[in-house]
């Protein structure tokens, strides 16, 4: 019997770490494959800088996905809530003010998923399929389909906080996805919130019967995740000085990949951060080790696809194992 | 404890729910005195769940009154929480447990030991955890431990656990779901057991079930409900297991009859 109970605990850690391992062992073949970009500390600060606008709105997807919905409007709250961030800033010249009103917007994009999907009952995928058009048709016609460049904002205070190099080196935003994802690791499994949100992903008339409220939970988990779009929209704008109108929606498949490369079940009831926050890094790090390795860019996609297929199945396995 | 003093514990007076065009309850008076186990009898949609879910808020009745140990109960402002916190608890087959969850969550579930802004104290949680399946359950040397996930137990295990986590908020009744369905001869015998410790120390209890003899070992008191109206009420004293079964026979006989008509 004690066996048993090891050799489950194990299958859970295993899960974990395996993860990290994929990642190390995917490191290792580009340092092989491309030693002189992979053996350079270089790269890795690249990734820093550009893995954590998937990342953290990864981080509000593995919220929405283990409370068994789907969030696929997301890039176009990114794109929306980037495009009022410059708007905002280029016309009222106040950087603090841009990114409240590009959180609102998030909120609010957030907020009509919610109450759509809890209090209507329409399955999130239809849901958000169908905002994800709305808000990302909106952005086009806002901007009228052109560029919007702040140039100027580049070296603000503002611009420093949240994209500068710490040390000249370490990207602020790094820090700032680092950070979110403790918090949020934080909420998922210490705060009441969090547990809420396990609970119904895994039995949804448990959590009913046992008193707690869905409807208003899944509608705060579709709120967070519009939200932190927004804030990944801010960043990418800054980062770029740059908005365009199809900035968000390459994000899609990206970040949905890298919450399920994390280990978050489809089924809902489980998921990680750590898992989440090392799936951004792998599937951001393939396109550069493609590259980087003298393949085509073209191998990029059908390399993410192996080992996104790879992890799921792995997962997949362990779970085999422990029931 | 004083206020089980009270000649009922639950009363409820003239419920009725209708589901769109559905009458699922018509006119329903029902009541569980203190330390009495009640068996709810009846087919599948003869109303026994709705009626059930009314009593433990999950939503409210057409019409009709709820009084708990004689007092009112606002049926506006009626909820699951409210239920719990009057320590009327219910365990729902296949409802009652989070699988992949952990049994330290499963059991504070709604109810978590947090701080002031809702954090999650988890190593009281894990303490408590273990002193119930030790005390409540018996789950001694059974290789598992708070931190065991609901898929790895047995269902009259998960039965167990779900009485005990009513038993350790105190609940002065426990309602019983199905308690049974799907488990082995071993397994139904333990959750029986269950449910006469339960009887043991002084609370009340309404038990839900097909099996009729199952019933019958545990419950003091049968309501044998059909298509939304109460049939027939006996006491124990009154009736052997047989007549219990041959009345349920003729409703049932009566009912395919007028389906046949």
């Not at chain 1, 016609?141 to 904002?153: D, K, R």
């Not at chain 1, 890094?281 to 073209?298: D, H, K, L, P």
């Not at chain 2, 109460?230 to 006989?253: A, F, N, P, Q």
Request: proline share 2%; aromatic share 10%; with cysteine.
């Amino acid at each position: 019997m004690k066996l048993k109970k090891t050799a489950l605990l194990n299958a859970r850690v295993y899960k974990t770490y395996a993860i990290i391992l994929v990642y190390v062992v995917l490191m290792g073949i580009f340092m092989l494959t491309a030693p002189k970009a992979f053996t350079d500390y270089k790269i890795y600060l690249a990734f820093l800088s550009t893995v954590p606008f998937s990342l953290i709105m990864a981080l509000g997807l593995t919220f929405v996905i283990i409370a068994g919905e789907i969030d696929l409007s997301f890039p176009s709250s990114m794109a929306l809530s980037g495009f009022i961030f410059m708007y905002t800033y280029i016309h009222l010249k106040n950087s603090i003010i841009a990114l409240i009103a590009s959180l609102l917007v998030g909120v609010i994009i957030g907020l009509i998923n919610g109450i759509i999907v809890a209090k209507i009952k329409v399955p999130s995928i239809i849901v958000t399929l169908a905002t994800q058009f709305i808000w990302a048709g909106l952005a086009v016609i806002l901007s009228g389909g052109i560029q919007i460049n702040i140039p100027a904002s580049r070296g603000s205070l503002f611009y420093n906080i949240l994209v500068g190099k710490i040390a000249n080196l370490i990207p602020a935003q790094s820090l700032w996805a680092f950070g979110l994802a403790i918090v949020m690791a934080f909420i998922l499994n210490r705060h009441r919130f969090g547990e809420h949100v396990m609970f119904i992903g895994d039995n949804r008339a448990t959590s009913q019967m046992l008193g707690i409220n869905v409807d208003r939970t899944i509608i705060a988990v579709f709120t967070l995740n519009g939200a932190l779009a927004s804030f990944s929209s801010v960043l990418l704008g800054l980062e770029y000085v740059t908005w365009w109108p199809t900035q968000g929606p390459g994000f899609l498949l990206i970040t949905i990949a890298a919450v399920f490369i994390g280990g978050t079940s489809i089924y809902g009831g489980e998921g990680t951060m750590l898992g989440t926050v090392i799936g951004a890094f792998i599937v951001g790090s393939i396109t550069a080790g493609v590259v980087a390795s003298g393949a085509a860019g073209f191998w990029t996609q059908l390399i993410v696809g192996v080992v996104m297929l790879f992890a799921v199945l792995f997962n997949t396995l362990i779970k085999g194992k422990q029931s | 404890m004083a206020d089980n003093n009270c000649i009922n514990l639950v009363e409820m007076n003239n419920i009725s729910k209708s589901f769109g065009k559905v009458i699922a309850l018509k006119n329903i008076n029902f009541r569980v005195g203190s330390n009495e186990v009640v068996g709810l009898i009846g087919d599948n949609g003869a109303g026994k769940s709705t009626l059930i879910k009314i009593l433990m808020g999950v939503y409210p009745p057409d019409t009709g009154e709820i009084f708990i140990r004689d007092k009112s109960i606002l049926l506006s402002h009626y909820s699951a929480k409210i239920a719990h916190n009057l320590r009327i608890e219910a365990v729902y087959q296949e409802k009652a447990l989070g699988e992949k969850q952990p049994l330290w969550r499963n059991i504070f579930l709604g109810r978590q030991i947090t701080n002031g802004v809702g954090f999650i104290d988890t190593k009281k949680e894990r303490e408590e955890t273990e002193k119930i399946m030790k005390n409540l359950i018996g789950f001694r040397s059974k290789g598992f431990n708070s931190e065991s996930r609901v898929s790895e137990l047995s269902g009259g295990e998960r039965q167990g656990v779900a009485i005990g986590r009513a038993m350790y908020f105190d609940a002065d009744l426990i309602i019983l779901d199905e308690p049974t369905v799907a488990l082995s001869l071993r397994e139904v015998e333990k959750v029986i057991n269950f449910i006469k410790q339960v009887k043991d120390t002084g609370k009340s209890c309404i038990m839900i079930s097909h099996n009729i003899s199952e019933e019958y070992s545990v419950a003091d008191r049968f309501v044998i409900l059909d298509r939304g109206e109460i049939v027939g009420e006996y006491k124990k004293e009154d009736v052997t297991l047989s007549e219990l079964i041959s009345k349920l026979v003729r409703i049932s006989g009566e009912n395919a009859e007028k389906v046949g008509a």
